[in-house]
T-cell receptor, first 115, second 115 residues
Framework: ETGVTQTPRHLVMGMTNKKSLKCEQHLGHNAMYWYKQSAKKPLELMFVYSLEERVENNSVPSRFSPECPNSSHLFLHLHTLQPEDSALYLC??????????????FGPGTRLTVT | KQEVTQIPAALSVPEGENLVLNCSFTDSAIYNLQWFRQDPGKGLTSLLLIQSSQREQTSGRLNASLDKSSGRSTLYIAASQPGDSATYLCAVSPARVSGTYKYIFGTGTRLKVLA
């Protein structure tokens, strides 16, 4: 089991619902990431935070809203999603964003289904 | 634009066989390349990380090689076991974009080792 946890593991929501995904890392890392993994597509980087500051927003629709209250926690707030947003959402962390420490550690993911 | 391709998309082998998974990338300017394993519905587990200055990395029955000039990497699995069944993902950190954390992922090779 990795040092990155995600809750919930599975989520079914309607298009008008509001829900949040939570990620917590126990590795003392300073950088955290959200990725989207859709069927038969490569992982897509969504957001990157370093020391609670967002450093990357990879053209993600505003119906996805990230929040990083501290370096151990990362949230993804969801509202008015579309069926095509159904995917596995993965959280990852790394020591920092410097060139000397690339390795990213992933959580188990949240399987999201939008009905 | 960096693209990562993994062929084949799926592979079935009998237990005990040695096998090679392939990863190719279009731009040889990379900081590093990482191989991951993903079990169904789960997150990614890092297997091996090869820096751009390295030619190979080994961990147990796994050996990953990197030929940057030809844009290729291979993951060699010796004496395969049913527990090796998973999807194997390759990811590169491109040097021509800002942010070494911006991994570009392949779509993976789904491996099944038959008992």
């Amino acid at each position: 089991e990795t040092g990155v946890t995600q809750t919930p593991r599975h989520l079914v929501m309607g298009m008008t619902n509001k829900k949040s995904l939570k990620c917590e890392q126990h590795l003392g890392h300073n950088a955290m990431y959200w990725y989207k993994q859709s069927a038969k597509k490569p992982l897509e980087l969504m957001f990157v935070y370093s020391l609670e500051e967002r450093v990357e927003n990879n053209s993600v629709p505003s119906r996805f809203s990230p929040e990083c209250p501290n370096s151990s926690h990362l949230f993804l707030h969801l509202h008015t999603l579309q069926p095509e947003d159904s995917a596995l959402y993965l959280c990852a962390s790394s020591q920092d964003l410097s060139r000397s420490s690339y390795e990213q550690y992933f959580g188990p993911g949240t399987r999201l289904t939008v009905t | 634009k960096q693209e990562v391709t993994q062929i084949p998309a799926a592979l079935s082998v009998p237990e005990g066989e040695n096998l090679v998974l392939n990863c190719s990338f279009t731009d040889s300017a990379i900081y590093n390349l990482q191989w991951f394993r993903q079990d169904p519905g789960k997150g990614l587990t890092s297997l091996l990380l090869i820096q751009s200055s390295q030619r190979e990395q080994t961990s147990g029955r796994l050996n990953a090689s990197l030929d940057k000039s030809s844009g290729r990497s291979t993951l060699y699995i010796a004496a395969s076991q049913p527990g090796d069944s998973a999807t194997y993902l390759c990811a590169v950190s491109p040097a021509r974009v800002s942010g070494t954390y911006k991994y570009i992922f392949g779509t993976g090779t789904r491996l099944k080792v038959l008992a």
